[in-house]
C-alpha cells in the first residue's frame, strides 16, 4: 500500500530516533527538510525523511538498527520491508537486516 505523503504521516515517522540516521546526516538534511516542508513535500521524490514514502537517502549509509517495525505507518499501510533509507522500497527482512 502506497504511503500518503501527508503532514500528520511525516510527524508519526520515527527515523529520526534511529541510530541509522547519523547526527551528521541529520545536521546535513535539515535545511533542505524544512524547505521541501514549505514548498513541495508532497511532489518531490526526494526527502530525507519517511522514506516509505520516497526514495532512499542520499546520506545514510549504514545498517545499523532500524525502528520501522515499531512505527505506526508501518502497520498502518501493512509494510513488510525495513531499511528504506539504504534501499528504495526497502529491504526484505532477513537474519541480516533483523533490526
Ligand atoms: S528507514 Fe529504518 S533504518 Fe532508516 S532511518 Fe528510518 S527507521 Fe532508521
Ligand atoms: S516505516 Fe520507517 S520510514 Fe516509514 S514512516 Fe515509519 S520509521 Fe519512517
Do not use: W
Not at 22 to 46: D, I, R, S, V
Not at 82 to 87: F, Q, T, V
Request: glycine content about 4%; proline content about 2%; overall charge positive.
Amino acid at each position: 500500500m502506497r504511503v500518503e505523503r501527508s503532514m500528520e504521516n511525516i510527524d508519526k515517522c520515527l527515523c529520526m530516533k534511529c541510530i541509522s540516521y547519523t547526527g551528521h546526516c541529520k545536521m546535513k538534511n535539515a535545511p533542505e527538510n524544512f524547505l521541501k516542508l514549505l514548498e513541495n513535500y508532497k511532489e518531490t521524490k526526494h526527502y530525507e525523511k519517511m522514506y516509505c514514502a520516497y526514495e532512499q537517502s542520499h546520506c545514510i549509509k549504514e545498517m545499523q538498527k532500524c525502528l520501522c517495525s515499531k512505527c505506526d505507518i508501518y502497520h498502518k499501510y501493512k509494510l513488510e520491508n525495513i531499511y528504506y533509507c539504504l534501499k528504495t522500497g526497502g529491504q526484505e527482512k532477513s537474519p541480516r537486516t533483523e533490526a
